[in-house]
């Protein structure tokens, strides 16, 4: 197996940071005059490292970067804007940004601006380890990591953290703040982070078929019943708010999203109806009627239907 712990060890090194145990139940406590924080490290088996960062720099900071063996990396930017230089350009990590990255050898630097406070948790996993997630059980190899980078050193996607991630990450951040988490629920989690990273970002690419203003419109759209999820406008109501005719809204939803406009909606107001009742500040009631369903029995039984749990129970799971 490629081993890529050595490109932890260099960035913590860079550091100053004297390594944790191997357990990872100690946080990294930087004291430095550039800034203070802690990092965490985890590595439930040697192809998988986690790192969860909580740091505050006292002035603009370039973070050199060194990667000896190629990796992946999924990276959730919880707070704190930074940019990555590589190659002459540079790419933006923004708060509520999921971004995957395909990393060869070579250097690179890490921007982070004075006097912000950044979290950050970061998956590693060697090149071995994700072509093999990207074979069929059969064996067929129909993406592998060369392919996709091609001759570049460095290739990056990025999209909006979704709600079931953003559910995830809070529950493995207070599990792993109190240490309270065993190395199977934590490859499970981790696991299912990356199953949905790679879904979205590499298993449905999205052919380009409308023109860029449809685009945009049908785009658009999307934001519209997001915004007005509680009480959203007819189809009809929708293609006149973007100025696409309906059979262009129905037809270029369902090839850019994958489903019907109000199939997506229907999945959205059930995923963050998932995380209200993770949070547990609103009643069943409460959270039905914030997504837009008027009956209570209607939303629960199309909860369970979705995630295999009463809405009840899972908030009584949360306290």
């Given at each position: ?52 960062s909580?740091?505050?720099f ?52 890490l921007?982070?601006?004075?006097n ?22 059969s064996?067929?190899k ?5 392919g ?11 999209e909006?953290?979704d ?24 490859e ?16 449905e690419p ?7 203003i ?5 785009q ?29 809204l129905?037809?270029?939803f ?13 999945e ?29 029995s ?22």
């Open positions: 197996m490629v081993d890529i712990h050595h490109n932890f060890h260099l960035f913590f090194d860079d550091f100053g940071l004297q390594q944790q145990s191997s357990n990872g139940s100690e946080p990294m406590i930087l004291r430095t005059p550039i800034g203070d924080g802690t990092f965490r490290r985890l590595v439930p088996r040697p192809d998988l490292n986690i790192v969860f909580d740091l505050t006292h002035g603009d900071f370039l973070m050199p970067l060194n990667a000896r063996t190629p990796m992946v990396e999924l990276h959730y930017c919880l707070q704190g804007k930074n940019v990555i230089h590589v190659e002459q350009k540079q790419y933006e990590f923004v708060p509520g940004m999921c971004a995957l990255q395909l990393i060869d050898e070579g250097k690179a630097q921007e982070f601006i004075g912000q406070h950044y979290q950050v948790l970061s998956v590693g996993i060697p090149i071995s380890t994700f072509n093999h997630y990207m074979e069929d059980i064996g067929a129909h993406l592998n990591f060369s996709l980078l091609g001759r570049k050193s460095f290739r990056l996607f990025q909006s953290i709600p079931v991630a953003a559910v995830i990450i809070r529950r493995l951040t207070q599990y792993v703040q109190t240490s309270r988490i065993k190395n199977l629920e934590l499970c989690n981790v696991l299912e982070l990356l199953l949905s990273a790679f879904q979205s970002f590499l298993f999205k052919p380009p078929k409308l023109s860029s449809e685009s945009q419109k049908i658009r759209a999307r934001d519209i019943m997001l915004e007005r999820m509680a009480n959203p406008p007819s189809l009809v109501e929708l293609s006149r708010m973007i100025g696409l005719n309906d059979y262009k129905k037809i270029g369902k090839e850019v999203y994958g489903s019907t406009v109000f199939g997506y909606l229907k959205k107001r059930l995923e963050k109806a998932f995380l209200l009742l993770q949070q547990g500040d609103l009643n069943v009631y409460e959270t039905s009627l914030m997504v837009g369903y008027s009956n209570p209607y939303f629960s039984e199309a909860f369970r239907d979705k995630y295999g749990v009463n809405p009840g129970n899972l908030r009584r799971r949360s306290f």
